[in-house]
Nanobody
Framework: QVHLVESGGGLVQEGGFLRLSCAVSGGRFPTYSMAWFRQAPSKEREFVALIDQNGSTTYYADSVQGRSTISRDNAKATVYLQMNSLKPEDTAIYYC???????????????WGQGTQVTVSS
């Protein structure tokens, strides 16, 4: 059983920053590509960022490109999402996700975390 546990969410003012973490256990972390998705109220879950198994390739949604950095530490089985210049529209539940392939569709994800709330106040 693979478990993903997010942390680092919270309330932050517009223009601020957060660093989300996701610890993975019960599986072989280096074999997974890792991603972050988010879901705002009344909206579908959307892709945010993706990193390949060895951390050499990353992809970002246009909405966070230039403001966010995804990274991973395979020794710690942890993936991170650094988010800067936060905007109220970044408010959502942020989900950590693991997949055996490099995918950006929510329906293609193999494992999900429980989510962490990020709220950006204006």
């Amino acid at each position: 059983q693979v478990h993903l546990v997010e942390s680092g969410g919270g309330l932050v003012q517009e223009g601020g920053f957060l660093r989300l973490s996701c610890a993975v256990s019960g599986g072989r972390f280096p074999t997974y590509s890792m991603a972050w998705f988010r879901q705002a109220p009344s909206k579908e879950r959307e892709f945010v960022a993706l990193i390949d198994q060895n951390g050499s390739t990353t992809y970002y949604a246009d909405s966070v490109q230039g403001r966010s950095t995804i990274s991973r530490d395979n020794a710690k089985a942890t993936v991170y999402l650094q988010m800067n210049s936060l905007k109220p529209e970044d408010t959502a539940i942020y989900y950590c996700a693991a997949a055996f392939q490099m995918v950006r569709g929510a329906h293609e994800i193999d494992y999900w975390g429980q989510g962490t709330q990020v709220t950006v106040s204006s």
